[in-house]
């Protein structure tokens, strides 16, 4: 019984994990965004993805796994105007990097994002890393972030 159990921890930590290139399923609940998100009122539209970073190598470490969460949604008609018309922030034109291949079909080409750096630091509570992009055009917004907290999403 001991060997099996060492036979099972030492496969735990040597196996692979699959990462966004070997087919990560891109999700349309909008659930868990909403509640990390509030800020943004009711989401529809949404295409994301929730991956673990750092778990690619052969042996990883035991513990914390940072998670990204990545992906677009369609606001509300007149959100983004009223996010961007806030005197506090400036917004300026940024097109999001680091986009997905499972999502590049979902991000609008013709897009106008503009991003704010203290929007981020409001969406964020400055408890998590994050990036949100916003098209004033389409009312969707584009984010990107790692290990979102509910608790801390509360937005401007």
């Given at each position: 019984?001991?060997?099996l159990g060492?036979?099972?921890v030492?496969?735990?930590?040597?196996?692979?994990?699959?990462?966004?290139?070997?087919?990560?399923?891109?999700?349309?609940d909008?659930?868990p965004?909403?509640r990390r998100?509030?800020?943004?009122?009711?989401?529809s539209?949404a295409h994301?993805?929730?991956?673990?970073?750092?778990?690619d190598?052969?042996v990883?470490?035991?513990?914390?796994?940072?998670?990204?969460?990545?992906?677009?949604?369609?606001?509300?008609?007149?959100?983004?105007?009223?996010?961007?018309?806030?005197?506090?922030?400036?917004?300026q034109l940024?097109?999001?990097?680091?986009l997905?291949?499972?999502?590049?079909e979902?991000?609008?080409k013709?897009?106008?994002?503009v991003r704010?750096?203290?929007f981020?630091?409001?969406m964020?509570?400055?408890?998590?890393s994050?990036?949100?992009?916003?098209?004033?055009?389409?009312?969707?917004?584009y984010f990107d972030?790692?290990?979102?907290?509910?608790?801390?999403?509360?937005?401007?």
């Amino acid at each position: 019984m001991l060997v099996l159990g060492v036979m099972t921890v030492l496969a735990a930590c040597t196996s692979t994990s699959k990462s966004t290139d070997d087919g990560a399923k891109v999700r349309t609940d909008l659930e868990p965004l909403e509640r990390r998100f509030p800020a943004l009122g009711p989401l529809s539209g949404a295409h994301w993805l929730g991956t673990a970073l750092g778990t690619d190598s052969r042996v990883s470490v035991p513990g914390p796994t940072d998670v990204r969460v990545v992906g677009t949604a369609q606001l509300g008609t007149g959100t983004v105007a009223a996010i961007t018309s806030a005197p506090q922030r400036i917004f300026q034109l940024e097109k999001p990097t680091q986009l997905p291949a499972e999502l590049a079909e979902f991000v609008p080409k013709d897009a106008r994002w503009v991003r704010s750096e203290s929007f981020d630091l409001d969406m964020t509570g400055g408890t998590y890393s994050g990036a949100f992009y916003l098209d004033p055009g389409m009312d969707r917004v584009y984010f990107d972030t790692i290990n979102p907290d509910i608790s801390a999403s509360s937005g401007p």
